[in-house]
């Protein structure tokens, strides 16, 4: 089996924070909805919204993925194992 070539899996600080704010925000919104609990509903929906925002600032700062703009063009033993990689 030909190695597979992964570039990026959003292995982040911003990927990461933002998904531990959205995943607090999905439990307080579960437990205002199990109980009744309207306050957990807005406190769900906003660590929602600061985790996005979060996420975003962190990403501008530069803890985002870093993508190669000018990386150099692919040998023909690389552009080969790509070709056999998608038609397999």
């Not at 995943?23 to 909805?33: T, W």
């Not at 990403?59 to 552009?79: C, I, S, V, W, Y």
Request: hydrophobic share 45%.
């Amino acid at each position: 089996m030909a190695e597979e070539i992964h570039e990026d899996h959003g292995h982040s600080v911003a990927a990461w924070t933002t998904v531990c704010f959205l995943l607090l925000a999905s439990i307080s919104v579960s437990i205002g909805v199990a109980w009744g609990l309207h306050p957990f509903y807005y406190i769900g929906g906003a660590l929602a919204v600061v985790g996005v925002l979060v996420g975003k600032v962190l990403a501008k700062m530069g803890f985002g993925n870093h993508h190669k703009l000018d990386a150099p063009p692919l040998t023909a033993e690389e552009r080969s194992q790509l070709e056999s990689q998608r038609a397999s």
